[in-house]
C-alpha cells in the first residue's frame, strides 16, 4: 500500500511534491493521485461526454467537486501543505462558481441551495425523466 509520507519533499517549505490527474482524468479513474491508482486488470475507464450544455455543466461541477474533495481528504492528513491548500480554494472556488451558473440557468442542484430561497421547490415545475422530460 501506498504512504503518503514515502512522497518527496519539497526542502525548502516542507511541501509534498507530486503530479495529480486533472480533474476529469482523476474523475474519471476515481482517483487524483496517479501513485496511488492501481488499475483494474486491462480496465480501461471511459471518458464521459455530456451532450448538452446542461450535462456539460453537471459534468464539469461533478469534476472539479471530486478534486477538491480528493485534495481535502489529503489534507485532512497533511494540513500545512500551502500548494495542496492553494489548489484545493482554486478548486472549491470554481465548484461554486460552476453551481452558480448553473442554478442561474437551471434551477437548484441540492437541497441547501440559496436559489431555493426564492423558488422552494422549483424541481416540480419541469417533468421528470421518467414523465418524458430532459435529464
Known amino acids: 500500500m501506498f504512504n503518503f509520507n514515502e512522497l518527496f519533499e519539497n526542502e525548502n517549505t516542507g511541501d509534498r ?3 495529480l490527474y486533472a480533474p476529469r482524468e482523476g474523475y474519471t479513474r476515481g482517483n487524483l493521485f496517479p501513485e496511488l491508482y492501481d488499475a483494474y486488470k486491462n480496465y480501461k475507464p471511459a471518458m464521459l461526454k455530456a451532450n448538452d450544455e446542461k450535462s456539460k455543466m453537471l459534468l464539469e461541477l461533478g469534476e472539479i467537486s471530486f478534486a477538491s474533495h480528493e485534495l481535502n481528504l489529503y489534507l485532512d492528513v497533511h494540513p500545512n501543505d500551502k500548494s495542496m491548500i492553494a ?6 472556488r470554481k465548484s461554486n462558481q460552476i453551481m452558480n451558473e448553473y442554478e442561474r440557468k437551471f434551477g437548484p442542484i441540492s437541497i441547501d441551495s440559496e436559489a431555493l430561497n426564492v423558488t422552494p421547490f422549483a424541481w416540480e415545475e419541469e417533468k421528470w425523466p421518467f414523465e418524458g422530460g430532459n435529464n
Open 17 to 19: 511534491v507530486m503530479s
Open 87 to 92: 489548489l484545493f480554494n482554486d478548486y472549491r
